[in-house]
């Protein structure tokens, strides 16, 4: 199975309670810091990642880092979850899939746009009224620049990829030409 489906359940798993308590807010900060707080130690990562370590010591050192941080008991009970089935060090792909369920049943989803050059503030409105349009959402929209794709934009929202680039379209007419 893959991080991504396995993450997927976790974090729909996590969003149901989360939803029911009305800690939201302050359940996705606190993953956000032990995210940050297990990617950025290396040995600490390896050690809950690392099957030769007993699980009763990998136990010890989170219920040690639990009573140092004191993060609320839904998030203290999910990372033990999450240790007892071996995904703690999945945490990050569970965060992003937590973010995206919590999203999705607000009634909104989030896409990035590339373009080629600077997007005026007309062509964002214009084009997130068409996306919301085109999804029946709220789209919250992150932009980037990449002027290999020469002019156009390439959108993402959620697994959808709407690519509208001069690149592509360049790339297509040659695999035409070349097909015949």
Do not use: C
Request: a negative charge.
């Amino acid at each position: 199975m893959s991080i991504e489906t396995v993450a997927r359940r976790y974090a729909t798993a996590l969003a149901d309670v989360v939803l029911k308590t009305g800690e939201t807010d302050s359940v996705k900060s606190e993953l956000k810091i032990w995210e940050q707080l297990i990617a950025g130690n290396p040995e600490l990562e390896s050690a809950f990642g690392n099957p030769s370590i007993a699980a009763a010591k990998k136990e010890a050192v989170l219920e040690g880092l639990l009573g140092k941080t004191k993060p609320s008991k839904t998030t203290s009970n999910f990372l033990r979850v999450l240790l007892r089935n071996g995904r703690l060090t999945d945490l990050s792909a569970v965060n992003e899939k937590f973010e995206s369920v919590l999203e999705e049943r607000s009634g909104a989803v989030s896409g990035e746009v590339i373009s080629a050059h600077e997007l005026s503030d007309a062509e964002r409105k214009e084009l997130m009224a068409n996306l919301e349009k085109l999804t029946g959402k709220t789209v919250k929209l992150d932009f980037g620049i990449d002027k290999d794709i020469i002019g156009g934009v390439v959108t993402r929202v959620g697994s959808t990829v709407y690519d509208n680039s001069v690149k592509t379209q360049l790339e297509n007419l040659r695999e035409q030409l070349v097909n015949g």
